[in-house]
């Protein structure tokens, strides 16, 4: 028993959740401050302006983060490692000051949308933050790809505490929904400085694009998944603030924060362990099959046990911690977080398919998943917010593990592709 101790905590997996797991528990704990202070201190309407300010960048995210040049590097062979980071330190940079000016096009017409023109500045200077991420970005893939997770989680715990903290200041002191503009700009200095000051790699000073076809080939699948996840994360809020108010949106919007934001947190935080963890066994399919089925049992038993404790409390600590005002949003918080079940499986499900160059099959399975999820939501947002929250459960519930079944038969069964229909 002891040796087989020892192993859990020699492997790397559980090594990189564990120092992701810290790093997340301090920034949750910090978030739990943070949306105790905004839930007296914020108005409904203000929540409602946050969600729509966060979902805007969000969207932005996914192409810088999730889809941009960090998946091909950690995925990339010896040889290729020699020349991509200078081509991705060069693309990064066209694909931020691209989205940084398009954000700043849309922001008057995505306030003129919802009918608020106090959202065009807010959304014009948080497209600031998107211009510091070239100096840093390279550095954090090649450390992913190092598997040296801890650096990130070290990042991740020194930015949410400066963000966390201006946040909370700047909302007492009145500043409203720019605290919140204002934090997130100033706490990217934390990764800019965590990142250069643990990795050596630095661009050569030649402008060069060798090998973007590479990149681009291979990262349009996550791109195009994490788009879809994206448009699946958000749907809910975008039509809840279009066809009901903004205060609706805000309840809904506390909701979600409250409720998935923990759970969300945990899945984010495995599927940045899982990748690079299933990348260094890719070659040996009976290795490949036994780092995935470790990924899933992992994923359950920290996944589990927090959603089920957190849909079960929220009765109790959302009156005692957020104040009474909020009470109406738990019968939605609850279905909420009890979305959150099956979501890690299906992430590794399609983390799995993205190692053996089948990035391909998840895209097909994300397009179907996300026109049924669009379908079912424009639907039950014709009632309530209680109709969406149950709606996305259902869907969750029916469908992600379906996927996960699939994905795990195609790969290790050698089936070739599958087809969700």
Same mark, same amino acid.
């Given at each position: 028993?002891?040796?087989?101790?020892k192993h859990l905590? /020699?492997d790397?997996?559980?090594?990189?959740?564990?120092w992701?797991? @810290?790093?997340?528990?301090f920034r949750r704990?910090?978030r739990?401050?943070?949306?105790?202070?905004?839930?007296?201190?914020f108005?409904?309407?203000e929540?409602?302006l946050?969600?729509i300010?966060f979902? *805007?960048?969000?969207?932005a995210?996914?192409f810088?983060?999730?889809g941009?040049?960090a998946?091909?590097i950690?995925?990339?062979?010896?040889?290729e *490692?020699k020349y991509?980071?200078?081509?991705?330190?060069?693309t990064n940079w066209?694909?931020c000051?691209?989205i940084?000016?398009?954000?700043?096009?849309?922001a008057?017409p995505?306030?003129?949308?919802?009918?608020?023109?106090?959202?065009a500045?807010?959304i014009?200077?948080?497209?600031?933050?998107?211009?510091?991420?070239?100096f840093y970005a390279?550095?954090?893939?090649?450390?992913?790809?190092e598997?040296k997770?801890?650096?990130? +989680?070290? @990042?991740t @715990?020194?930015?949410s505490?400066v /963000?966390? %903290?201006?946040?909370?200041?700047?909302?007492?002191?009145?500043?409203?929904?720019w605290?919140?503009?204002?934090?997130?700009?100033i706490?990217?200095?934390?990764?800019l400085?965590?990142y250069?000051?643990?990795?050596s790699?630095?661009?050569s000073?030649?402008? %060069?694009?060798?090998?973007?076809e590479?990149?681009?080939?291979?990262?349009k699948?996550?791109?195009?998944i994490?788009?879809?996840?994206?448009?699946?994360?958000?749907?809910?809020?975008?039509?809840?603030?279009?066809f009901f108010?903004v205060?609706?949106l805000?309840?809904?919007?506390? @909701?979600?924060?409250?409720?998935?934001?923990l759970?969300? %947190? +945990?899945?984010?935080?495995?599927s940045?362990?899982?990748?690079?963890?299933?990348?260094?066994a890719r070659?040996?399919?009976t290795?490949?099959?036994?780092?995935?089925k470790?990924?899933?049992?992992?994923?359950?038993?920290?996944?589990f046990p927090?959603?089920?404790?957190?849909?079960?409390?929220?009765?109790?600590?959302?009156?005692i911690?957020f104040?009474a005002?909020w +009470?109406?949003a738990?019968?939605?918080?609850?279905?909420i977080?009890?979305s959150?079940l099956?979501?890690?499986?299906?992430?590794?499900?399609?983390?799995?398919?993205?190692?053996?160059d089948?990035? #391909?099959?998840?895209?097909?399975?994300n397009?179907?998943?996300? %026109?049924?999820f669009?379908?079912?939501?424009?639907?039950a947002?014709q009632?309530n917010?209680?109709?969406?929250?149950?709606?996305?459960?259902?869907?969750h519930?029916?469908?992600?593990?379906?996927?996960?079944?699939?994905?795990?038969?195609s790969?290790?069964?050698?089936? #070739?592709?599958?087809?969700p229909?």
């Amino acid at each position: 028993m002891q040796n087989k101790f020892k192993h859990l905590l /020699s492997d790397k997996l559980v090594k990189n959740i564990g120092w992701l797991t @810290a790093s997340q528990i301090f920034r949750r704990v910090i978030r739990i401050a943070i949306v105790v202070v905004l839930g007296r201190a914020f108005s409904t309407e203000e929540y409602g302006l946050m969600a729509i300010l966060f979902a *805007i960048t969000d969207f932005a995210n996914v192409f810088i983060q999730k889809g941009g040049v960090a998946p091909k590097i950690i995925q990339a062979s010896e040889e290729e *490692i020699k020349y991509l980071p200078d081509t991705a330190y060069w693309t990064n940079w066209i694909l931020c000051l691209s989205i940084f000016i398009l954000q700043c096009l849309l922001a008057f017409p995505i306030a003129f949308f919802y009918d608020n023109q106090n959202l065009a500045l807010p959304i014009m200077i948080m497209g600031a933050i998107y211009l510091f991420n070239p100096f840093y970005a390279i550095q954090d893939a090649l450390l992913r790809r190092e598997n040296k997770l801890k650096v990130g +989680a070290i @990042a991740t @715990a020194l930015s949410s505490f400066v /963000s966390q %903290t201006l946040i909370v200041v700047l909302a007492l002191m009145g500043m409203g929904i720019w605290s919140i503009v204002s934090a997130l700009l100033i706490a990217q200095i934390c990764w800019l400085v965590v990142y250069r000051k643990n990795h050596s790699w630095r661009p050569s000073g030649k402008i %060069t694009l060798k090998g973007w076809e590479d990149i681009f080939h291979f990262s349009k699948y996550p791109l195009g998944i994490e788009m879809l996840n994206y448009l699946r994360s958000n749907i809910d809020y975008l039509l809840i603030g279009r066809f009901f108010s903004v205060d609706q949106l805000g309840l809904y919007f506390f @909701a979600f924060n409250a409720g998935l934001g923990l759970s969300l %947190t +945990a899945i984010n935080m495995v599927s940045n362990s899982v990748f690079p963890y299933l990348c260094e066994a890719r070659d040996s399919l009976t290795s490949l099959k036994k780092s995935y089925k470790r990924s899933l049992k992992i994923c359950a038993g920290i996944i589990f046990p927090l959603v089920i404790l957190q849909s079960s409390l929220a009765p109790i600590y959302v009156p005692i911690v957020f104040s009474a005002k909020w +009470a109406p949003a738990i019968p939605v918080l609850i279905l909420i977080c009890l979305s959150a079940l099956p979501r890690p499986f299906a992430l590794v499900a399609e983390q799995l398919l993205l190692t053996v160059d089948r990035g #391909g099959d998840g895209l097909k399975w994300n397009i179907f998943f996300t %026109t049924a999820f669009t379908a079912a939501i424009l639907v039950a947002a014709q009632f309530n917010t209680f109709i969406v929250a149950a709606t996305v459960l259902v869907l969750h519930l029916l469908l992600l593990p379906v996927f996960t079944l699939l994905a795990s038969k195609s790969v290790f069964s050698g089936r #070739g592709a599958f087809s969700p229909s």
